[in-house]
T-cell receptor, first 116, second 112 residues
């Protein structure tokens, strides 16, 4: 079956602009995660959804970042007033249930965001 | 808080060489431990995992043992192949939350 998909694969935007990044999780997966991966670093957690609600948004760096998942499937990560420091690869992952124990998170290919 | 420390890279080996990639962690509670791999041009994928102390995860000839006494989860392979060239990430997850905490990753290059 289809894996996690993310669109766009690449996004170049100017400083100060607004961007939306989309994630389509694996069908039936109730848990969805956003991570951010800067060059030379491992992914860093941003936010976790269980169904439609954000169960943990402790990783969002500031109030310019917001994410929604209105129907419990597709999620959109929204970044307002982008800054050059927001440039990174944004990864989405999903899992069948809340990822307790060894439950696997499946990752999408990522969206590479470049802020000029 | 939780953290994962990986050895500095990159690592370059000849085909059929023995591989060890070190990983140590600090965590509250009892973490599950993972190795993820990212092949060139592909997304992150789970390589192996261990959910409790002394468990050994294995896949594709790779192994890692969950060592609680040394808070380590070192990745090993007896004979690497060119196709193993990739970036390897150690990660952990605790029951207190659902997020994965990753190390910085290490790039492995295997020469023919």
């Amino acid at each position: 079956g289809a894996g996690v998909s993310q669109t766009p694969s690449n996004k170049v935007t100017e400083k100060g602009k607004y961007v939306e990044l989309r994630c389509d999780p694996i069908s039936g997966h109730t848990a969805l995660y956003w991570y951010r991966q800067s060059l030379g670093q491992g992914p860093e957690f941003l936010i976790y959804f269980q169904g439609t609600g954000a169960a943990d948004d402790s990783g969002l760096p500031n109030d310019r970042f917001f994410a929604v998942r209105p129907e419990g499937s597709v999620s959109t990560l929204k970044i307002q007033r982008t800054e050059r420091g927001d440039s990174a690869v944004y990864l989405c992952a999903s899992s069948l249930t809340r990822a307790t124990g060894g439950s696997e998170q499946y990752f999408g290919p990522g969206t590479r965001l470049t802020v000029t | 808080g939780n953290s994962v420390t990986q050895m500095e890279g990159p690592v370059t080996l000849s085909e059929e060489a023995f591989l060890t990639i070190n990983c140590t962690y600090t965590a509250t509670g009892y973490p599950s431990l993972f190795w993820y791999v990212q092949y060139p041009g592909e997304g992150l994928q789970l390589l192996l995992k261990a959910t409790k102390a002394d468990d050994k995860g294995s896949n594709k000839g790779f192994e890692a043992t969950y060592r609680k006494e040394t808070t380590s989860f070192h990745l090993e392979k007896g004979s690497v192949q060119v196709s193993d060239s990739a970036v390897y990430f150690c990660a952990l997850h605790t029951g207190a939350n659902s997020k994965l905490t990753f190390g910085k990753g290490i790039t492995l290059s295997v020469r023919p």
